[in-house]
């Protein structure tokens, strides 16, 4: 190994990258510290979020991975009480959250797809909630496809269509029967 040069004035800083001996994670020298925040600032845009619904106490966005036209999960939020969400995240069971970000490795980092989609979750969702909110977060695995879609009417308007119906005779007295 050659000598360190002894003109250097102050020693390296500890860096993963350039001086990785001493450097503990998240060491970094300036010049790679500055590419790292570089980094996170791309990969904001790997998730992307929009809202389709809000209202008092929760609301929901469908995800979108980096430029997919189509959403490929949703984010549901609802508010359990103060300052306490509860998540429910519905994702394609074809994004692999597992799957690990390369260019982190240049920064001893394993940084994977379900980590980042967290990170945007806390970022642009929990920390943007009103007050100081904390969040719980379930995952489910999804198949990519259009949700069956139900209307339910109110009481009130399913009774009045029940009486738009002239009143059968059941002869079994049996309105749920199957048969
Ligand atoms: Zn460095």
């Known amino acids: ?49 929009q809202r389709i619904s809000r209202g008092s106490g929760h609301e ?34 074809n994004v692999n959250l597992d799957t690990t970000i390369p260019e982190y490795e240049f920064f001893k980092i394993v940084r994977t797809f379900g980590e980042q989609l967290q990170i945007r979750i806390r970022q642009e969702i929990v920390y943007s909630w009103y007050g100081n909110a904390r969040a719980c977060i379930e995952v489910y695995r999804i198949i990519p496809e259009q949700p069956q879609h139900w209307d339910i009417e109110s009481r009130a308007d399913y009774a009045a269509a029940e009486d738009e119906i002239p009143d059968p005779h059941f002869p079994q007295g049996n309105k749920n029967s199957i048969h």
């Open 1 to 49: 190994m050659p000598p360190k040069k002894s003109a250097d004035k102050r020693p390296d800083p500890p860096c993963m990258v350039c001086n990785p001996d001493f450097a503990k994670p998240g060491d970094y020298c300036p010049l790679h510290l500055n590419q790292l925040e570089h980094l996170d600032l791309q990969c904001e845009s790997l998730f992307r979020f």
């Open 60 to 93: 929901s966005y469908n995800i979108f991975l980096q430029n997919d036209a189509d959403p490929c999960g949703r984010v549901l939020v609802a508010e359990t009480d103060l300052e306490n969400l509860f998540i429910t995240i519905l994702i394609s069971e």
